[in-house]
């Protein structure tokens, strides 16, 4: 019989002038008629049919003996009868010795790492095939004509050898969720542990995010299928191959062993339950299984922690960073930010995001996390590692502290998130509490530890059609605003004198203009023929008096998209919010006689999320009765017909790159200063449009693509010109790339 299933040690039953040779003996050519083959199967592939109709079956089978050496594994082809017999009664795990078999070039074993040469079993080829498994209650013949229960043998840790594949099991003792790699698959890092005391750390690739173990604490026990094991300064490592599988188990004791799997089929014995639950008891007593979890109720300025919370809100705040809002049901202890965002921008019930408005934390994730951030589905319970709180002083009280929530970029200490199932234990408990928390208690707590931007500045009415309107502000309510405009690449430069003009951000602005706002506005100056003004008080803030300047045009106010207003004594949160609602703001303050601008360091105009600025040295201010002469006018309010009647040289937005470019011969850095002709977007408008941003990216990566050799990487065909640096006594030759676009067909 060509196939035979053996209750038994290897070598029983096998024809006495058969002899076993050794992979290292084997090659190509060699007489093989009376040698037999033995090995651990460890990978099988579907049964299948060649072009011609006849049946095919492959397997992989790892030389036990040697397994330690280079290339302990070889591939196996079955055909016609064999390969169909094989495919109904060989699983992984079991042991098997071919005989009679030929030997043929592989030429897959570049790419597999297995021996260079394959076996062929076939009838034709006189082959016979032993599979050897447990002793068991039924005959050969009968386990011949019956699928067996598939059996798979464990390696401990302290017994791994480089260059095997092997099957084990092991209790987390760090891990990083999966992240998205330089290339395009995701990635998972994962050490585990077992009662050798052994620790193996696995770096784990797969394109399906699924697929890749779902570990959600550390003291959690992973069961691994054929991981390959490699050798690397002298520590074994552990990473992926073909036919990769795991399941996960929760790690607490006596919790339900219900394994956490995106596959639909896998096996699960009876003794393979006793390996976890001797893991978790093992893991209780020898590794700090409880992360640093905290609840919102229990955090403190300048902590790294792990969050356990719902998703209720997520918008985009620029490119590189995103917002979540997250709650779980217990009270943040100290006055926490809220990140301004567009409410068109922000995904998920506003009527709960109101509700629930006190017991919501704000996030900012950076980076590489905000491709999985902005995947979230809005309701899920999520899990965040590493999520850092930071002390921050209110805007004008430098005595009053609030905290901020950040998931920096990268992925030291396992920073990253994981959407947990709401079958989870942690979720259920989660969610039974949340269950049980009095929103209407919440809602009436006088201290309140998070700012309310609903309903600031939200009732504008006009005075006419222009009296305003506003909720007054109160000085407890703190948040931040991450501009697009602070991207790295963009910046505001002095065209005249070809040099960089440093501009304030958000924080600096804002003070020059609380410094403005110390004093007064002129009610001499309130009203003019060509502008008309309203003033309120603000409480709890010292009485300070805003005034809000609309320019007409005919004697006529315009429509509030249409208007340009002069805004004096406001904070910068303030002019932000009015600028969503005016095309054009110019900060201004007054003096015995007029208004006037405020100093060239500020921005003389904003424009939507676009602050623009005037050049100190070239610029020949004029009265802000200027203005008038736009007025009379049909106005259209462009900041080139603004900055010329007020005698302002604007600085404009340009690219600021640095390329290394190579041409085999040598390296050099050029430098790209461009408004718009070298990507063909013009650097303004980057800031506010996601589509220019996301162009941008895809043109980046066609240019510098990540994780590629030197000879795989474009060429750029450019001109380049030198020119001098001087730094004290030394002179620097600099480069820059000049008269050069990215081509149509790229863009």
Aim: glycine letters at 6%; aromatic letters at 10%.
């Amino acid at each position: 019989m060509p196939v035979q299933v053996i209750d038994g040690a290897p070598e029983t039953l096998l024809p006495s002038h058969l002899q076993k040779v050794d992979l290292k003996y084997l090659q190509w050519g060699c007489d093989q008629a009376n040698k037999y083959f033995q090995g651990t199967v460890i990978l099988s592939y579907p049964l299948t049919k060649l072009v011609n109709g006849t049946e095919f079956f492959k397997i992989v089978l790892q030389e036990s003996e040697n397994s330690c050496s280079k290339t302990s594994t070889i591939n196996v082809l079955f055909f016609g009868r064999l390969a169909d017999d094989c495919g109904k009664v060989v699983h992984q795990g079991d042991t098997m010795v071919v005989a009679g078999f030929n030997v043929a070039k592989s030429p897959s074993a570049n790419e597999d790492d297995r021996h260079c040469c394959h076996l062929e079993v076939s009838e034709d080829a006189g082959s016979a095939v032993y599979i050897y498994t447990k002793p068991s209650t039924v005959t050969a013949s009968e386990t011949a004509s019956m699928p067996v229960a598939p059996k798979y043998t464990y390696t401990p840790l302290n017994h791994l050898k480089g260059g095997t594949i092997v099957n084990l099991y092991g209790a987390v003792k760090f891990f990083k969720p999966p992240y998205v790699s330089k290339g395009t698959d995701y990635c998972s890092v994962v050490t585990i542990v077992d009662q050798s005391n052994v620790k193996l750390t696995c770096t784990l690739f797969n394109g399906n995010l699924d697929a890749l173990p779902k570990i959600y604490k550390i003291g959690d026990i992973v069961r691994f299928h054929r991981i390959k094991i490699r050798e690397y300064n002298k520590q074994m490592q552990g990473i992926t191959g073909i036919g990769f599988a795991s399941l996960t188990f929760d790690g607490t004791v006596g919790a339900p062993i219900v394994p956490r799997t995106s596959s639909k089929s896998y096996s699960f014995t009876e003794e393979e339950q006793k390996t976890i639950e001797e893991l978790r008891t093992w893991a209780a007593s020898n590794l700090s299984v409880c992360g640093p979890t905290a609840k919102l109720s229990g955090i403190q300025p300048m902590l790294f922690f792990d969050l356990t919370c719902q998703l209720v809100g997520k918008a985009e705040v620029d490119g590189s960073s995103f917002l979540l809002k997250v709650w779980d049901g217990t009270k943040c202890p100290h006055p926490s930010w809220k990140v301004l965002v567009e409410e068109s921008d922000l995904e998920g019930d506003k009527v709960l995001i109101h509700r629930l408005r006190n017991l919501i934390v704000d996030i900012l994730v950076y980076d590489n996390h905000v491709k999985l951030a902005k995947s979230l589905k809005v309701g899920s319970f999520l899990r965040i590692y590493s999520l850092h709180t930071k002390q921050a002083s209110a805007e004008n009280q430098p005595d009053v502290s609030y905290v901020e929530f950040h998931l920096h970029g990268g992925t030291c200490y396992g920073r990253g998130i994981r959407v947990l199932p709401e079958n989870n234990p942690d979720v259920k408990e989660l969610k039974a509490f949340m269950d049980s928390v009095n929103l209407t208690e919440s809602q009436n707590v006088e201290s309140m530890s998070s700012m309310e931007l609903d309903g600031i500045f939200g009732n504008l009415s006009l005075f006419g059609r222009y009296k305003i309107h506003m909720d007054l502000l109160d000085q407890k309510t703190i948040f931040t605003y991450s501009s697009i405009s602070q991207q790295k690449f963009v910046m505001q430069m002095d065209v005249c004198h070809n040099a960089w003009q440093e501009v304030p951000d958000g924080d600096d602005f804002d003070l020059i203009l609380r410094d403005c706002a110390a004093s007064a506005p002129n009610p001499e100056v309130h009203n003019s023929l060509w502008y008309d003004c309203e003033v309120w008080d603000t409480e709890n803030q010292g009485q300070r008096k805003i005034a809000v300047h609309f320019v007409k045009h005919d004697e006529l106010l315009q429509e509030p998209e249409d208007t340009l207003i002069m805004v004096q004594g406001g904070t910068l949160k303030e002019i932000r919010k009015l600028s969503r609602r005016f095309k054009c703001i110019i900060p201004v303050r007054s003096t015995k006689e007029d208004l006037e601008l405020l100093d060239l360091s500020a921005p003389f105009l904003l424009q939507g999320k676009i602050w623009h600025y005037g050049c100190k040295q070239c610029s020949n201010q004029k009265t802000i009765q200027s203005l008038s002469s736009l007025a009379e006018e049909e106005p259209s309010w462009e900041p080139t017909e603004i900055a010329r009647v007020l005698g302002i040289e604007p600085l404009q937005y340009v690219f600021v790159m640095k390329f290394t470019l190579d041409d085999g011969t040598g390296a050099l850095d050029a430098y790209l200063f461009d408004y718009e002709k070298f990507f063909q977007i013009p650097a303004s408008e980057v800031l506010t449009s996601s589509l220019l941003q996301e162009k941008m990216e895809m043109i980046m990566n066609i240019l510098c693509p990540s994780g590629t050799k030197l000879d795989d990487l474009p060429w750029l065909e450019c001109f380049i010109r030198s020119y001098n640096v001087k730094d004290g006594m030394e002179q620097q030759v600099c480069y820059q790339i000049f008269d050069t676009m990215v081509a149509e067909d790229v863009i």
